[in-house]
């Protein structure tokens, strides 16, 4: 008996001391471990599955298909990275730091595209540039071929840009004019000046933008299908579409591998530079942009007009002309429906998983909440045909009850998407202090009457705007819908799908255009949250 | 201060947008979650109508949901589709613990086969009317039965190319005068991967990887279906193309670009004839709904239906007792190559990998 | 000769009712050290960044080692102006290391001996290959002085450069730097809030308000002289008298009676006039003249702070600042006994 009782006092020191002698509330860490261990569920299951793939089946693919596949995937990936970079930069500074006529308004359209879901592009594109285009009939040739490298680099680098525009700029307005000045003093001309010291000086951000990009093109499925380029995302797609899972299951850890080694070098980039901001510090002079102003505005129409008036008046006209057709029928709407019941459903289940994931973190960091922190963003950068694949395969063997149903798709998207909510609401809770929660239990708070009475109605802003990023994130969602939906069960993403690769463009755009229509109203707060970073 | 409105302006917004997620999610919990019918009850309820019957298929969704919904008029039964390309392959095989679907529709005997072959697919037992299928179109067990074939041939268009200039065999595809001037699909188009097996089977593997070799660098394009071949073959982008015999049908009843011809290939006497690949349906092994899917299957074997099948996606009927569609001819009209469209299923992956080999790729890339 | 020349300079900036430079006129010697001195939006800040280039002024002109670099028909830009500017936060580039900041822009033949001199006339020899975010505060300091330092311009120019560091560290580097720029020999111009700071490193301070000079002097002219209310006020704490000159003309009739006063501006007797008389010179006497109530005392460590409550000729009373020295006892309520000290008397011109 004693000896029990001091292996439990033991057990509870160790407790005690692996959460730095505050361990939180049994029901509150309990939970927040089932969501680190559910998020990483797919992932792991994927690495599990293809340990059983075989030696020889290993053997083939490295020797084969996954040279190809990384040739493919890695040139594409960075050839984006490179293009969206240069123009995400370019962009910026000439919003942030010249006197171009309308910048405010410019400021706003060159974000429009991230609520373009690339796949919409892609198909825009083709209606415009694709070999039956629109082009092709009016002049009889098409300066693009919209099914080739060319065309997947095109549209991704079109609609992943704002990544690199968006973080760069607000790392320009950080920055300030006072080392740009310094330069000056030290003998530079303006232009020198940007180049030799605000460039290199953003160079950070430009990489941590480069970085986003780059994960994007590794996990995008559906501009590359639809464009009919091969990359690991759609070699997968298409092996479960082959009698050969166990080969989807490799090729997926290769990718998985593939995304680590991204992030390993987005850890260590952050690490190396560490650029101080300089909160006193007065903007930085506008540059006169004077006989390039023309120019400088003619860029940034045929920017607007390629990322956002082109394709929006695509989906327009087709949608005119379904309307037309009847396409806006009571199907439509139902698919309509469904969209935002399954996207509900998981903007609800992230908020709720988000809360106790950053509490933790926050209140009472040790290893273990650091620990469920990861494991909860584990499917965040990971593409989501492996999310898909993974809960298939673990969905249909041991969660039979859930399989099959638009549950399970929630959950997808949850596992993919909550880490949008855990930011956000993160951002939130940073800004109440510990001292708040000390000062709730001395009036007579219990721990779980701080987290319901204090810390949820002041984190509600934030988490309330992380729920709606994964709201219109899972509207958007393309592979993992295809491959979970409930039978008898499309969204409008898979509409999108299904009628553009049959060509059927006024059955497609109408849906494609209300996704974008859906994913304009939450970019104000894309917008702040970059601004803030 | 007016920056402080606009917050409290968008943070209502918020909490109203909020307020309909919770909405449409509880009813995405409660309702819209469509319940999965557990295998444990089936043995109890087996032999009652459940009145549903739930379909997978990887037929283009166009030419099958109009044949479901004839059939939920007809009998009452309703019916649930999941239409999910080739993905349906791994979605059974997947399930096969535990099936959700009943019956699974197909545009390729091979993949059926193999289903079959690995346990997805089951004998329905005696079915009225299945007799009016020739048993080569049906499996041994009649787990899966074809009910509209499609042809192997030439689409040619009219403008470029005169009916005497057309190649008459397909082995004629590797000769280099044909260099740039037709198109084929991608290695792992399924009605790529059938022709090629019914090659082997006449040929050898080694001629047939000759073939492929040498027709890969003639062709002037290799795309993603077939699709894209006939439209391409009748704006005139290349003379001719190998595809499937209703896409010649298809194309002629486009409005413009249809001025296109077929060539049916290997007609002569001594030659193999043309390949012939089908649809059709198989029934799933342990589906939830036994009753409705053979009360399925006997509606869909009576002759208006098997008409319905083959004619909305323009295939030819595998039954020669019903009428083709009006330029087709009729399956007994031309010489086809002799290999069982059941072998398909077992030469299925050795297929596919002779042709990587060879260097056609499965996937554009 | 001047290094630098302000001549009626104004600058407005745009949507301002008022300038915040109003026709300023300033010149600096070669090798002195000249501090911009006044509260914030006084335009200390915006004169610095007129000279250095980063702003333009609205009328009048500005001279750089006797050549016009601002004003009608002339504009120099900051990079052409020969000078080096120490900013608030160093804004050191972070990219580049202590060599690569402070040889930042040098010609290439002798970039590294003279990185090699600054660094050494710094003291931080040996800090080459650090990085910016590696080295302490003042290092970072001192780097940014090398870096103006390093292309020997006219003139450098100083923005607040001790704001960013904490109490010990300032007292320490203020001296320093004035030790480096008198070895360097080098002209310069400080902002600065902080009267401390003016008093400690300046040759000559120009106490700014409203964007015009309101004295130029010394630190000691500025400090015992003030020529105004706002002056004696700003830099360090005053008690301010009102009085007429007395009948010798050497000493000055107030309220509490009379002090003598070394600084009269010659004013003729009877003239009414304000007297501005700091703590430090009001003492404690036994015999003083001056009798009061302690109303409230502050320990400070080098002084005691007292508010002495006096009683004027016509019987009512105020308030007046005393600074006793530490070792004696002072407790509220006391009646004590002053004087006052004649040198820190000022008449301000009303």
Known sequence: MRAVATARGTATALWSRVWGGRPPGGWLSSFGVLIGLVMVLPVWYVVWRSAFAGAERWLRLLDDRVPSLLWSTLSLAGAVTVLAAIAGTLLAILVHRTDLPGRRVWRWLFAVPLAIPPYVGAMAYIVVFGPRGWLMRWTGSTPLDMYSFAGALFVLTVFTYPYVYLVVGAAISRLGGTHEEAARSLGLGPVAALRRVTVPMLRPAIGAGAILVALYVLSDFGAVAMVRYTTFTSAIYYQMGGFDTASAMVLSVVLIALTLIVLFAEGVTRRRMRVTGHTTSRPAEAFSLGRWKGLALALSAIVGAISVAVPVAVLAYWSWIGAGLGAFDDRFWRFAFNTLQVAGLAALLSMVAALPVVYLRSRHPSVVSSLIEKLAYAGYALPGVIVAVGLIAFGVRHVPLLYGTAGMLALAYVVRFAPQAMQSAGASLALVSPKVDEAARIQGLSPGGVLARVIVPLTLPGTLAGGALVFVSAIKELPATLLLRPIGFDTLAVRVWVESSEAVYHLAAPPALLIVAMSVLPLKLLLDRFGKD | MRSLISIRAWRSVLVALVAVLALAGLAACGTGAPEPVSTEEAPDTAAEATGELIVYSSRNERFVDPLLEKFSADTGIEVRTLHAGDTVVNKLVEEASRPLADIVIANDIGMLEHLRLNGILTSPGAVDGIDSIEDRFRAVDDSWVALSARTRVFIYNKDLITEEEMPTTVWELTDPKWDGMFAITRGGNSGMIGHVSALRNEWGDEQTEEWIEAVKDNAGAITEGHGDIRRAVGAGEFAFGLVNNYYYHQQLREPEDNNVGVIYPDQGADEMGAVVNAAGVGVVAGGPNEVSTRIFLEWLLLPENQREFSFASLEVPVNPEIEAVEEARPISDYRIQGMPLSELGEVWEDTRSLIERAGLDMELR | ?350
Not at chain 3, 72 to 81: D, F, L, M, S, T
Request: glycine share 10%.
């Open chain 3, 1 to 350: 000769m001047a290094d630098i020349e302000l001549r009626d300079v104004t600058k407005i900036y745009p949507g301002a009712s008022t300038p915040a430079v109003d026709s300023l006129s300033l010149s600096v010697d070669h090798g002195h050290i000249v501090t911009l001195l006044g509260p914030s939006g006084c335009g200390k800040t915006t004169t610095l960044r007129l000279v250095a280039g980063f702003e333009r002024p609205d009328a009048g002109s500005v001279l750089i080692g006797g050549a016009v670099v601002a004003g009608p028909g002339a504009w120099v830009p900051p990079e052409r102006r020969d000078i080096g500017m120490v900013f608030q936060e160093h804004a050191l580039f972070p990219h580049l290391d202590v060599a690569g900041n402070v040889g930042f822009n040098l010609p290439k033949n002798d970039r590294s001996a003279r990185v090699d001199e600054v660094l050494d006339l710094v003291g931080l020899t040996g800090f080459e290959r650090r990085m910016p975010h590696e080295i302490s505060g003042g290092q970072q300091q001192r780097v940014a002085l090398a870096r103006a330092l390093a292309r020997r311009p006219v003139v450098v120019l100083f923005d607040e450069p001790f704001a960013s560091l904490d109490a010990d560290l300032r007292v320490s580097m203020r001296a320093e730097l004035r030790r480096i720029l008198k070895a360097a020999g080098t002209t310069a111009v400080f902002v600065s809030h902080d009267q401390s700071d003016a008093l400690a490193i300046s040759d000559t301070i120009v106490v700014m308000r409203d964007g015009r000079i309101e004295q130029v002097g010394t630190p000691r002219e500025v400090y015992q002289f003030p020529h105004t209310r706002f002056v004696a006020d700003f830099v360090g704490r005053t008690n301010l008298f009102e009085g007429r000159i007395g009948t010798d003309g050497r000493s000055v009739e107030t309220e509490i009676g009379s002090a003598s006063c070394r600084h009269t501006h010659s004013l003729p007797p009877g003239t009414p006039v304000v007297v501005s008389v700091r703590a430090d010179s009001l003492e404690l006497d036994a015999e003083g003249p001056i009798v009061g109530r302690v109303k409230e005392t502050t320990y400070t460590g080098r002084a005691i702070d007292a508010v002495v409550e006096v009683e004027r000729a016509d019987g009512t009373t105020r308030d007046v600042m005393v600074h006793a020295h530490p070792e004696q006892v002072v407790v509220c309520g006391d009646i004590v006994r002053f004087r006052v000290l004649p040198d820190f008397v000022a008449v301000i011109e009303e």
